[in-house]
């Protein structure tokens, strides 16, 4: 296992939610922290809740448009390992119902991002490095009726990671697919009811309670150390797929 101690992490994502699980798991192993999103003010009170002092690079960038993402990257420099959590909630709506419109912005905020960040990030990555992105349950689980978009998207990952680990090696590529985790985009999707559907969750899942985000955060920072593990996707759902 290769440690993460002084070895830069760039967490696209990383002010919010599982990415920002990412940044305090990584930053408490002793790694260099960049994070990006699109809101500087997220990214700033984020930076205030990892650390007190400054030694956190904050980019805004928006990863569905190269040219930020290549400014992004221009400026980090050559980096160790990067994760990608950043995505916005998905559109539920049934197939017969579908917005076209909306299902390419969802598209485009994750799997076209994932696809820009991988470009540019190579040609950065040191020798040693990974990239890790983000699935979910939902490919496992789908919600219905409304849930083969959001279904096909997450599923397509583990293909994108199998691939791309084959085409950029030694660089390693792996997939993180969560259950249901206690972030601001789970309050984002169901408001006041988050609290009812969690504990009706909790009271069915093998492990008796819904993920905080550094139940999560453990896996990535396995996938960024464990220099066996590649083309893999590792589930962290408390057993959700069981249920
Ligand atoms: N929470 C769950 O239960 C759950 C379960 C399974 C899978 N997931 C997946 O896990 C990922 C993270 O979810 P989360 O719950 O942590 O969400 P979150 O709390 O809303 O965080 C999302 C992060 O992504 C950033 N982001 C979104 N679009 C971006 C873009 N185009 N460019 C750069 N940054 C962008 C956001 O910052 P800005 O808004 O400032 O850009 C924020 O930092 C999502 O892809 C989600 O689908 C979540």
Redesign the pocket.
Same mark, same amino acid.
């Not at 990006?36 to 809101?39: A, D």
């Not at 960038?61 to 569905?64: I, K, S």
């Given at each position: 296992m290769a440690s993460l101690m002084g070895k830069k992490v760039v967490v696209?994502?990383?002010?919010?939610?599982?990415?920002?699980g990412v940044a305090s798991a990584a930053l408490a192993r002793g790694a260099e922290l960049v994070i990006? &999103?699109?809101?500087q003010d997220?990214?700033l009170k984020?930076r205030r809740a990892l650390s007190s002092d400054d030694q956190i690079k904050t980019v805004t960038?928006?990863?569905?448009l190269e040219h930020e993402i290549a400014a992004a990257f221009a400026g980090i420099g050559a980096f160790d390992h990067l994760v990608s =959590?950043? &995505?916005?909630?998905?559109p539920g709506d049934p197939i017969a119902e579908t917005d076209a419109d909306k299902v390419r912005r969802f598209v485009d905020?994750?799997l076209i &991002?994932a696809v820009l960040l991988s470009k540019h990030a190579a040609r950065k990555l040191r020798p040693g490095g990974s990239m890790t992105f =983000?699935? &979910?349950?939902?490919k496992d689980k789908p919600p219905v009726p409304g849930g083969a978009v959001?279904s096909a998207i997450?599923g397509s990952f583990s293909y994108f990671a199998r691939a791309l680990s084959l085409e950029l090696a030694p660089t390693r590529v792996n997939i993180v697919?969560?259950?249901?985790?206690?972030?601001?985009?789970?309050d984002?999707l169901v408001g006041d009811a988050k609290a009812s559907y969690f504990e009706a969750m909790a009271a069915r899942l093998p492990v008796g309670r819904i993920?905080a985000?550094a139940d999560v955060a453990s896996a990535y920072i396995h996938a960024m150390e464990s220099d066996f593990t590649t083309g893999e996707t590792l589930h962290v759902d408390g057993g959700q797929r069981l249920i």
């Open positions: 696209v994502g990383g002010s919010s939610g599982i990415g920002l990006i &999103g699109r809101s997220k990214l984020a960038a928006d990863m569905t =959590t950043a &995505g916005t909630p998905p905020n994750k &991002g =983000t699935s &979910g349950i939902n959001v997450a697919s969560p259950g249901w985790v206690d972030t601001p985009m789970f984002e993920a985000p």
